[in-house]
């Protein structure tokens, strides 16, 4: 049976989305990229080892304490919310770190590292809440976890949490009555200015995940079902005072730091490798070949030019052109480099000599917005996405509506049909929503039960790949291109 083609319409939009992945592609062509190397299952070793598997980083300045920046950072995906009865514990053989760096060297500066233990009230019982828990003290809480927290600077380590109990698993109403309470006893200031949370919270990122299927042969007629509604992770959140990671703890002087994530699994020997890492998520999902994913996920940021030739003739576009009929645009990509790999001039750029390397930029004295718009830059608020990321950043929209000539004189309102997540953020630390119960018969639900069928002005097109930060870059290199972040900050509805 022959494919009828796709319309003029749809042919637009996945043109756009296919070049900006290779836009994306390109940047990170011509340098570090591991950054980009971590997200939801996206390498054969860590598909397997979910414990270990990052899913997302956020920086962004705290909103009722702008002398703070929070970071967050989520792992284990795709956690089923009735997952029992062992649920979803942190792995007690790993290391689970941020990083930040202050002077553009590609470098930590600072890290801060999780690392957990495993706690019993009886092990003769398989149960992880043996009655109803109201406390974290709770002994009905019969399998419980407590974390350690400590700075890395300079080489020196200094103790933040010593000892602190972990937000469990929502294993459903009946043995966890009044989960927000848990929550609430799970967020701590330990030391003068800084505030820590550790546990499960509902999955933050907001998409429609279905691109996979439709790279062999879909149709493009569905959007807007949040694929990610009702799953949880595990979350540590982070507050914390501007000059504690600030180059010399001088703000007013050194605004700019560069944030990731990565997890060390404890090997064999006793030694720690790193095997998870994630700035801006997507790069080894669908261009990194299957035999160098692995490798990529272990990678420092200042080696991993090696991946050259994959992300300047990536395999995408191919596949685009194969299943749909659409051209693929012309290699190498290798346009926007610099700005994918240094932060954008006069938004989140740092001073001085910068080694190029991809990580989440954020720049801490651009002031807090008083109403967020889920557009970030292009839709006039520089406090957003890609300056840092907050947890309501729309990075998927704000990729499209930039690939299809947002910033070129082509106005346009194009999405994946999903503009919030699913469950609510709080206004205060730690921000996340709280996780989605066991006991919740529909933990999944899609819009009126069923997908969202495509519109005319807000279109997946079965094209936008699959949790895909990174080609929201597309947009701030256009708007160096145009001289600067002044021409996307005209007023867009948000």
């Not at 003029?8 to 043109?15: D, E, M, P, V, Y």
């Not at 509902?202 to 009702?230: M, N, P």
């Not at 261009?287 to 994913?293: A, F």
């Not at 709280?434 to 997908?451: E, F, R, W």
């Amino acid at each position: 049976m022959k494919r009828s083609r796709p319309t003029k319409r749809q042919g637009a939009i996945a043109l756009a989305c296919t070049g900006g992945l290779l836009t994306a592609v390109g940047f990170a062509g011509l340098g570090p990229l591991a950054a980009t190397a971590s997200s939801h299952r996206e390498a054969p070793l860590i598909a397997g080892l979910p414990q270990y598997d990052n899913t997302d980083t956020y920086a962004f300045r705290s909103p009722e304490n702008q002398k703070t920046v929070t970071l967050v950072a989520n792992w284990i995906p795709f956690e089923e919310p009735a997952g029992g009865p062992n649920f979803y514990p942190w792995a007690t053989d790993a290391q689970y770190d941020i990083h930040v760096d202050n002077n553009a060297d590609a470098k930590p500066d600072v890290t801060f590292r999780w690392t957990f233990k495993d706690h019993y009230v009886s092990k003769d019982t398989f149960l992880a809440a043996t009655g109803p828990v109201t406390s974290l003290a709770d002994k009905n809480l019969n399998a419980y976890q407590t974390y350690k927290l400590v700075q890395i600077k300079k080489g020196k380590t200094k103790t933040i949490v010593k000892k602190a109990r972990v937000a469990p698993s929502n294993i459903g109403k009946a043995s966890m009555p009044n989960y927000a309470a848990l929550r609430n006893q799970a967020t701590i200031s330990p030391k003068k200015n800084i505030k820590s949370f550790v546990g499960q919270a509902e999955d933050s990122f907001f998409l429609d995940l279905r691109v996979f299927d439709l790279l062999y042969g879909g149709d493009l007629s569905e959007a807007g079902d949040d694929t990610l509604a009702g799953f949880n992770v595990n979350s540590v959140a982070l507050q914390i005072p501007r000059k504690l990671v600030a180059k010399k703890g001088n703000v007013s002087k050194n605004p700019i730091i560069g944030v990731w994530s990565t997890t060390q699994k404890k090997s064999t020997n006793g030694k720690y490798v790193q095997v998870s890492r994630l700035g801006h998520p997507l790069v080894n999902e669908v261009v990194i070949p299957l035999k160098l994913k692995d490798a990529f996920n272990g990678l420092k940021p200042t080696g991993d030019a090696a991946a050259l030739k994959y992300v300047t003739n990536p395999e995408l576009p191919k596949l685009i052109e194969g299943v749909y009929g659409i051209d693929a645009p012309k290699t190498p990509r290798n346009d926007l480099v610099s700005v994918y790999l240094t932060g954008v001039k006069g938004l989140n750029m740092p001073k001085g000599k910068i080694t190029p390397s991809e990580q989440l930029r954020l720049n801490m004295s651009t002031p807090v917005t008083a109403t967020p718009n889920r557009l970030g830059v292009i839709g006039g608020d520089v406090q957003g996405y890609p300056n840092g990321r907050r947890l309501g950043d729309d990075v998927i929209d704000i990729a499209l509506q930039v690939v299809e000539g947002e910033l070129v004189g082509s106005a346009n309102d194009l999405g994946d049909g999903v503009d919030a997540n699913d469950a609510a953020f709080s206004n205060t630390f730690p921000y996340l929503a709280l996780p989605a119960s066991g006991s919740n018969p529909n933990p999944h639900p899609t819009k009126a039960g069923q997908a969202k069928p495509a519109s005319s002005d807000g279109l997946l097109q079965g094209i936008v790949p699959s949790r895909s930060n990174s080609m929201a870059f597309v947009g701030v290199g256009l708007l160096a291109l145009l001289g600067g972040i002044g021409g996307a900050t005209r007023r867009r509805k948000a």
